[in-house]
Structure formats: structure tokens, C-alpha cells
């Protein structure tokens, strides 16, 4: 498998796009879809068929509101080969709203099928040659942290929020954990920081720990103390960069 950071920022960075990664395997996985993404992905790749799939970890725009452009571009490049919406339960008919207001009656001429999986938490799904499984964070809006499993690695992607320990399971001995750190130190409701997180990523092993979605002027001012921290550390902890691939 292969790990590719598309956006690494926060809902309103004027300098990052939305926070989004694109897994590689037989299996094109897209996890997260929020409006500056698009853009990321077709620089990426432009093929129409490209993407099998992509996750929606929960309803806010910096994740989701990129699935209208996406899709709708999708039908004008004449793509034909189905496309699979994965999302957490009561997601898919948000989705649905979300394309017609869009581009009104556009959805309809789409000559390729949408097959929306809804999932929830603890479970564990077959998607072609991945195991998908899902735990809930602390965040605002309900969001579901993924665990995508080739086989042979195990990447997790935290969408929104501070880490429980349902999440802590999923995450346990993990290849790669992509997460959201929003702040260094600070708690702040619904979402993690880098000190929590290092710690976190100690107790349950995980091999390297990615740090995405942080807070637009902490990333501005503080970015030398993050830096500083990640070196004197010996768990390996990375500032996941736009369009860079992570290498195993
Ligand atoms: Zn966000
Ligand atoms: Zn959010």
C-alpha cells in the first residue's frame, strides 16, 4: 500500500488544503473530500475513473463539501465505472441533498452508479482486498476514525477530534496513524494536540505517527517548537506535507 497526504489543513488555512490522503493499493481509496480537495486530487491524478472509493469521516465542509465538484466532474470526463461512498449511518442521504444543491439536476445524468456503504462504530468491512474498520473520536460533529488494512500494513486516518479509547484499539501497533493535532499542548473541545498524541502514539506502539488539520496561526507561529519536539523524541513523528507520499 501507498500513502499519499493530498491536504493537510485545517477547515480555513488560506495556505493548506483540507486535511485528505489518498491510499494506494489495487484498491484507489480517497479518505476525506472537503472543498479545496478536488483540486489536490486532479493535479494528482485527472483520470475520471481513477478513485474505487471514498471515505467521509463526518459532516463538516473542510471533509465532505468536495464530493459535489468531485462527482460532478466525474459525469462531464464521462466516467462510467461505479464509484463506492463509504460514511457513517444517516450520511448518505445528506450526500444525495448535498449533489442536488450543487448542480441542480445534474445528479440524475451521472452514468455511473454510486453504491453508498453506511457503516458505525466497531465495525470491521471487506472493500475489495482492504479491511475497513471504524472507532468514533471526541469532536464536534459525530466523526469516525478509519483503519485501512492491505494485508500487509495498517494505516489509520483519525478525521476530526481528540482520541478515545476506542480509538486508541484501532490505532494499537498501527503501521502509520494520520492524525489531527490541532494545537501543541492546549485541549480544546473536539479536537487533539501534539503533546496528547506523541504519548498516545507511545503507549500503543504505533510505528509513525503523521501530524495534520493543525490550527492555521498555531502552524504559522509554532511550527519551530513542534519540529524541536519530533527530534528529541524517539517514537517517529512526521509534519505531513501536501502532495507528499509516505514512504514505509
Ligand atoms: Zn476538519
Ligand atoms: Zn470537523
Not at 493535479?43 to 464530493?67: C, T
Amino acid at each position: 500500500m501507498r500513502v499519499v497526504f493530498l491536504g493537510v489543513g485545517e477547515a480555513f488555512d488560506e495556505n493548506n488544503p483540507n486535511n485528505a490522503h489518498l491510499i494506494l493499493s489495487k484498491t484507489k481509496l480517497l479518505l476525506d473530500c472537503g472543498y479545496s480537495v478536488p483540486v489536490q486530487l486532479w493535479k494528482y491524478n485527472s483520470n475520471q475513473s481513477f478513485l474505487d472509493a471514498v471515505y467521509i469521516s463526518h459532516r463538516h465542509a473542510d471533509h465532505y463539501f468536495g464530493i459535489c465538484p468531485l462527482l460532478t466532474r466525474m459525469w462531464e470526463e464521462k466516467r462510467s465505472k461505479p464509484l463506492t461512498i463509504i460514511c457513517q449511518k444517516g450520511l448518505k442521504k445528506v450526500i444525495i441533498k448535498l449533489l442536488e444543491i450543487g448542480y441542480p439536476g445534474f445528479p440524475k445524468k451521472f452514468k455511473f452508479k454510486i453504491n453508498f456503504i453506511e457503516v458505525k462504530s466497531g465495525q470491521t468491512i471487506n472493500f475489495k482486498e482492504l479491511k475497513l474498520s471504524f472507532a468514533p473520536t471526541r469532536h464536534t460533529a459525530y466523526n469516525l476514525a478509519i483503519k485501512v488494512d492491505d494485508g500487509k500494513q495498517k494505516v489509520c486516518y483519525s478525521g476530526d477530534g481528540d482520541f478515545t479509547n476506542k480509538t486508541e484499539q484501532l490505532y494499537h501497533q498501527a503501521d502509520l496513524v494520520i492524525h489531527e493535532s490541532y494545537l501543541f499542548q492546549k485541549s480544546v473541545l473536539g479536537h487533539s494536540s501534539v503533546t496528547k498524541l506523541i504519548a498516545m502514539a507511545k503507549r500503543n506502539e504505533i510505528k509513525c505517527l503523521a501530524l495534520t488539520h493543525l490550527q492555521r496561526a498555531f502552524r504559522k507561529k509554532d511550527l519551530q517548537k513542534v519540529k524541536q519536539r519530533i527530534k528529541q523524541e524517539k517514537v517517529k513523528i512526521i509534519l505531513a506535507q501536501p502532495g507528499k507520499e509516505y514512504k514505509f
